[in-house]
């Protein structure tokens, strides 16, 4: 599966943003997607995953109600809302998809990276 995100800029502490991920071919309802962010000197991390049939999703502390994952399976495509925002979720935002939960981050395909930057 080929991914593209989109939605990144420039917002102000405690705005919101939305990202979005196609995905190409028939097949993105068998897979699991997650979003991941990675910050300058830091590692990836996960920030919201949603399962195939967009039922159940998981979120770590960091990002547990401000950011809602969510997917529409008929235009294969997986969504971050980002509400509350804050410096410190500026990073490069990827999407992800694999046929496993949780997403394996050196099997999983990726998008090619939307930034975000929240100023103070």
């Known amino acids: 599966v080929q991914l593209q995100a989109s939605g990144g800029g420039l917002v102000q502490t405690g705005g919101s943003l939305r990202l979005s991920c196609a995905a190409s071919?028939?097949?993105?309802?068998?897979?699991?997607m997650g979003w991941f962010r990675q910050a300058p000197g830091k590692e990836r991390e996960s920030v919201a995953t949603?399962?195939?049939?967009?039922?159940?999703?998981y979120y770590p502390d960091s990002t547990k109600g401000r950011f809602t994952i969510s997917r529409d399976n008929a235009k294969n495509t997986v969504y971050l809302q980002m509400n509350n925002l804050k410096p410190d979720d500026t990073a490069v935002y990827y999407c992800?998809?694999?046929?496993?939960?949780?997403?394996?981050?050196?099997?999983?395909?990726w998008g090619q990276g939307t930034l975000v930057t929240v100023s103070s």
């Open positions: 071919g028939r097949t993105f309802s068998t897979y699991a």
């Open positions: 992800a998809a694999d046929t496993s939960l949780p997403l394996r981050l050196g099997v999983a395909s």
């Open positions: 949603i399962d195939w049939s967009g039922r159940v999703a």
